[in-house]
């Protein structure tokens, strides 16, 4: 299938049905929203909902256009739950609030690659990434580079890889990760590996 990459772009309700529909009608793999400025957000997600629609469209990126309202985030968050096609995320470069927003509203188990790096991600005790990881789902690559995690994050995320078959690709650099974290990441790894 088709990749559809929307960058730099203003894009009002008008425009965006009409993206949208084509994505419904035609063989598009992956669609990409990167850095758009929407006129109408809110009504942007909603067509997005219909988009999300089609069987052949397994693959979204939404990255560095954050959502700025609790609503809209909410609707985002349904539209994405909804989504029985989407297997792959990159929601990048949005913000820590939406993130989290998305980690505790969304399924992630039957997705095969979630990308959340440059969110400024914070766990602050929060177990949605390890809970996911634990739960060995067909993740096989899972992005958290580029965020805030720390020692204590580091720490619960290699203590859910234990009985983890699917990873195989997991980013943690340019985190507040210090040699701790490191360590206590390696030595899972390493207990996977043998």
């Not at 990159?90 to 927003?101: C, D, T, V």
Request: overall charge negative.
């Amino acid at each position: 299938g088709v990749e559809l990459c929307l960058e730099c772009i203003e894009l009002d309700e008008v425009v965006m049905r009409q993206i949208c529909h084509q994505i419904r009608q035609r063989n598009i793999r992956k669609v990409s929203f990167d850095n758009n400025e929407f006129t109408n957000m809110q009504g942007a997600i909603i067509e997005l909902e219909n988009a999300l629609q089609s069987p052949k469209l397994n693959s979204l990126e939404w990255r560095t256009n954050p959502i700025e309202s609790v609503e809209n985030m909410n609707l985002f968050t349904r539209v994405l739950s909804q989504s029985n096609a989407i297997d792959e995320l990159k929601f990048a470069w949005n913000s820590n609030g939406n993130a989290q927003a998305l980690l505790s509203g969304v399924d992630f188990s039957t997705y095969k690659v979630l990308n959340l790096c440059g969110n400024s991600l914070r766990m602050n005790s929060r177990t949605d990434i390890p809970d996911l990881i634990a739960a060995n789902p067909p993740l096989v690559e899972l992005y958290l580079h580029e965020n805030q995690l720390n020692d204590d994050d580091a720490m619960l995320i290699a203590q859910s890889l234990g009985d983890n078959t699917h990873l195989r690709k997991l980013t943690v650099g340019n985190n507040s990760i210090q040699e701790g974290g490191m360590r206590a990441l390696y030595e899972a790894v390493n207990d996977t590996l043998t």
